[in-house]
């Protein structure tokens, strides 16, 4: 399969991984990864032999999962089985987005296939169901995977264990075209499939390969191989059985290197002649050439801030910030067209985030910005990496917070490729009220800031999302999660108080006291509101009142900022947030109910007024912590 496909079918420029137009190949059993690796090295990535003999060592190119960003070509993390599978998805909208908004009659400068191979794990997870849905309701015809029906996994025979089912029917109810060869190993069955593959351009495209684990070994069709090396006489037969050394583990053929080496040097060909059409294509439209060119970059076109909206306690009022980001994302929507595109798991009215005027991605329809994702909020995540990885688009995707749950896995997979996709949670908090604690996110925001590399961001008011969304869209080394409210908060008079700027330092001295405080009032999101009607009630006591929406953001910030904002001497402080105690002792010391107004189980179901002060998220509780503390 592998073979067939990059030798006779794959476009790509091993002097150049990152060329546009290249063919992208996904390995979804990332436990197979040594196969990538091979590939790699022998078509001429840069990808030494040596390399491969370090295989899942400190610091090789050889990791024991693909890590994108790690090896050159390899083009998606994967490990988590479903994962690879449904990015792959992500991968083959981009391009087909892509090629709607910019290709124009004899000029196709998007033009390139996904290509993938999966195996039983990743169809039995159930991520890859939900992706392949989406993409046989989309009809992503330049996506072609083979799946590798090998019937092991690691406990045995699969059909003897868990898994029977007919994939291709199930594909073939999902919309896509499915092919079945008997003999994988036949590289002119598993040809004429391919081609068989590409001409169907309406539907993507499911290859299953009945093949053999350890195919020529003396372990051929045992689970042994999926999990255990080999002895190392059945290595050595193995090498014999194909006519290799015996005794030379990393032996390359010099006819083999040879010619694997000047597939690999066509590729340089196929650029320069893609090159050549951009040429032309540019001289024919210089602007949209422009415009591809730049958001191939990653880099965002001038004037892309200016329809931001500024809010105000007289024209605006008492908003969710859910709606204040709605406003957000269609003041932005027309400087970004085709550039930012997303949508939510069917909840676009509950989220606020449907691009007015924008188009939907349809079936054979793709230059619409906004996607929708149906009730796959599995698929969704994983797409918007793909998306993101693709290059040229900034894809955000949305949710309640409570379903990060079943979002976590692609989340952390963005943390790891760096990828700037954009994660909008709406209903953050106890505040939505009546659907209970099943819909209630308590635990999520400690979560969050326990992930590497992951941006969270719970504004309090319209100004701070307008800036939230500003840090999101700027961020390139990573995903950010913007939480926002259901229920309304009133907008800030930023002519009382800090400006909202200042929350790209993540906290922020909101109101200050004069001279030394007494008690540093910490809250952000829907309860900064709560903090400020009770520091009105504290004029007794120096109060500072402190922002505080971005954790990650406060601790980028250099010690003397962090020490201006809470400083060190000051020990009476009062944390407040509808969620999980867990990690205020960072900011607090020794979290109690005495020093932190928050979520110490699960919710309830009652209007958010109820919960609010039956949870004791009032200014008069605030009011009654803040004097135990002082002692006043």
Known sequence: MSYILWDRFMRFNPANPGWDNRDRFVLSPGHACALLYSLLHLYGYDLSLDEL????????KCPGHPEYGETPGVE????PLGQGFATAVGLAMAEAHLA??????????????TYGICGDGDLMEGVSSEAASLAGYLGLGKLIFFYDDNRISIEGNTRDTAFSERVGARFEAYGWQVQSVPNGHDFFSVEDALNQARACADQPSLIVCRT??????PEQDSAKVHGEPFKAEHYQATRTHFGFPADQPFHVPAEAQGHFRQTGERGARLEAEWRGRLAAYAREYPEL??????????????????RIPEFTPEKDGAMATRDCSGKVINALAEGLRGYLVGGSADLAPSTKTYMSGHGDVQFHDFAGDNIHFGVREHAMGAAANGLALHGGLIPYCATFLQFLNYMAPTLRLAALMKQRAIFVYTHDSIGLGEDGPTHQPVEHLAWLRAMPNVLTIRPADGNETAWAWRVALTRRQGPTVLCFSRQKLPTLDRKQC?????????AYVLIDCQGQPELILLAGGGELCLALEAHRKLSGLRVRLVSFPSWELFEAQPQAYKDSVLPPQVKARLGIEAASPQGWDRYLGPVSQANFIGM???GASAPYEVLAQQFGFTAENVVAKAKALTGK
């Not at 003999?53 to 090789?60: A, I, P, T």
């Not at 800090?498 to 993540?506: F, S």
């Open 212 to 217: 053999h684990i350890g195919y020529g070994s």
């Open 76 to 79: 998606v993390t994967t490990g």
């Open 600 to 602: 110490w189980g699960f």
């Open 498 to 506: 800090a400006p909202a700027e200042n929350l790209t330092k993540g």
């Open 53 to 60: 003999k370090r295989f899942r060592q400190w610091g090789s």
């Open 289 to 306: 050439a422009a415009r591809y060119q730049l958001v191939m970059k990653g880099e965002l076109p001038a004037g892309w801030e200016a």
């Open 100 to 113: 709607a908004l910019f290709n124009r009659p004899g000029h196709s400068i998007v033009d390139h296939y």
